[in-house]
Nanobody, 120 residues
């Protein structure tokens, strides 16, 4: 599985951005897809998740401002970020765990990360 993230950039407080992540390779093994973020000097945190059937989960810290969506036909997941705050500044990563039945374990696949910087 390969994940390609895009859509980050430099914006001002209150602006919006839409992040995109395209999956390729053995995408049939993917069920839930995630967005994580990691701010400088902080641990990586989960921002949002969406299952193949569209059930979504949003972190409390971004609830009401961020939404996650998915296009299974295009194997793309989007993170719509509205009302951005300075504390949303981070590198955003898409993630897709898959089950490796031969080894009996989950394998995490990560995109390369896309930088989001929110200035006041």
């Amino acid at each position: 599985v390969q994940l390609q993230a895009s859509g980050g950039g430099l914006v001002q407080t209150g602006d919006s951005l839409r992040l995109n992540c395209v999956a390729s390779g053995e995408t049939s093994k993917i069920n839930t897809m995630y967005w994580y973020r990691q701010a400088l000097g902080k641990q990586r945190e989960k921002v949002a998740a969406i299952t193949k059937d569209g059930s979504a989960d949003i972190a409390d810290s971004v609830q009401g401002r961020f939404t996650i969506s998915r296009d299974n036909a295009e194997m793309t997941v989007h993170l719509q970020m509205n009302s951005l705050k300075r504390e949303d500044t981070a590198v955003y990563y898409c993630n897709a765990p898959t089950w490796n039945s031969a080894r009996g374990l989950w394998v995490d696949w990560w995109g390369q990360g896309t930088q989001v910087t929110v200035s006041s």
